[in-house]
């Protein structure tokens, strides 16, 4: 049974700095992109970053030049390292990946999710 397991969100007040860490386990054969949404109380997920199982990155707009993504191939997670947070990053935080295991092909999975509250 794969799983995504998320940490690190909190409260933080503006201009501050999280970082989350979505940690996948079970018996994993290949890990290929991976990605960071959230959701907004009231608004649609969105995609905040991406990376491939080669490390090339991709951003939404209102992120870049903020937020990092990163990974560890060898501990199966990945990282967003945010920065300069505003009270508009306010959201829950969740993980996804495309995961294959030994006896599966690629399928995509979601973490439960950590929330972030960016105020003073």
């Known amino acids: 049974q794969v799983q995504l397991v998320e940490s690190g969100g909190g409260l933080v007040q503006p201009g501050g700095s999280l970082r989350l860490s979505c940690a996948a386990s079970?018996?994993?054969?290949?890990?290929?992109?991976m990605a960071w949404y959230r959701q907004a109380p009231g608004k649609e997920r969105e995609l905040v970053a991406t990376?491939?199982?080669?490390?090339?990155?991709n951003y939404a707009d209102s992120v870049k030049g903020r937020f990092t993504i990163s990974r560890d191939n060898a501990k199966n997670t990945v990282y967003l390292q945010t920065t300069s947070l505003k009270p508009e990053d306010t959201a829950v935080y969740y993980c996804?990946?495309?995961?294959?295991?030994?006896?599966?092909?690629?399928?995509?999975?979601w973490g439960q999710g950590t929330q972030v509250t960016v105020s003073s």
């Open positions: 996804n990946a495309d995961i294959k295991t030994r006896w599966t092909p690629a399928k995509n999975y």
């Open positions: 079970g018996i994993i054969f290949r890990i290929d992109d």
């Open positions: 990376i491939t199982s080669d490390g090339n990155t």
